[in-house]
């Protein structure tokens, strides 16, 4: 049983994959977010949206310890990030048993590109597009206006829509 790895992100993955993989459990995972004044209430808030919209069925608890944590979220000094041979803005790195596996570990990255840094909205739109591929959704919307749709568009009308909550329910079999 070998680390199977798969990188995720925006506009970064040639190959989609469907949602095959998802934690053992959704409650308690524990975030570690690299300290960064700046963001820390963005992405807090970000991951409170995920919690919210599955009715707490998906709970996160903060961590100071990386090594110990589910989920951790980091900070490029890179305006682009190069994930899965392809750049990208934001990049998460889902490790699991094999294909089909079990979650094991979730490295969310976030540039420092212009584009995103000087627009806490557009800050907010990557980390909630990035959170998504976190929680499991794995494969890109095709809806433009859908939060997990590959590119950021216009980020007041990219939403976490019903879609990426039939396809939650679907992995988690809720
Ligand atoms: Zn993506």
């Given at each position: 049983?070998?680390?199977?790895?798969?990188?995720?992100?925006?506009?970064?993955?040639?190959?989609?994959?469907?949602?095959?993989?998802?934690?053992?459990?959704?409650?308690?995972?524990?975030?570690?977010?690299?300290?960064?004044?700046?963001?820390?209430?963005?992405?807090?808030?970000?991951?409170?949206?995920?919690?919210?919209?599955t009715?707490?069925?998906?709970?996160?608890?903060y961590?100071?310890?990386?090594?110990?944590?589910?989920?951790d979220?980091?900070?490029?000094q890179?305006?682009?990030?190069?994930?899965?041979?392809?750049?990208?803005?934001g990049?998460?790195?889902?490790?699991?048993?094999?294909?089909?596996?079990?979650?094991?570990?979730?490295?969310i990255?976030?540039?420092?590109?212009?584009?995103?840094?000087e627009?806490?909205?557009?800050?907010?739109?990557?980390i909630?597009?990035?959170?998504?591929?976190?929680?499991?959704?794995?494969?890109?919307?095709?809806?433009?206006?859908?939060?997990?749709?590959?590119?950021t568009?216009?980020s007041?009308?990219?939403?976490?829509?019903?879609?990426?909550?039939?396809?939650?329910?679907?992995?988690?079999?809720?």
């Amino acid at each position: 049983m070998g680390i199977f790895a798969i990188f995720l992100g925006k506009s970064e993955a040639p190959v989609d994959f469907g949602d095959r993989h998802a934690w053992k459990s959704t409650r308690n995972l524990k975030v570690y977010i690299c300290p960064d004044i700046k963001r820390i209430s963005i992405i807090k808030h970000a991951f409170l949206v995920w919690s919210e919209i599955t009715e707490g069925k998906f709970k996160f608890v903060y961590t100071d310890d990386k090594y110990n944590s589910d989920i951790d979220v980091n900070f490029s000094q890179n305006y682009i990030i190069r994930c899965y041979d392809t750049n990208a803005i934001g990049c998460t790195l889902v490790k699991s048993y094999a294909r089909g596996g079990e979650i094991l570990h979730a490295s969310i990255q976030i540039s420092s590109s212009p584009f995103i840094k000087e627009s806490s909205d557009k800050v907010y739109t990557v980390i909630l597009h990035e959170i998504g591929h976190a929680m499991g959704i794995a494969k890109h919307s095709q809806n433009r206006n859908s939060i997990m749709y590959t590119f950021t568009t216009d980020s007041k009308k990219q939403k976490i829509g019903s879609e990426e909550l039939y396809r939650l329910k679907k992995l988690y079999k809720w």
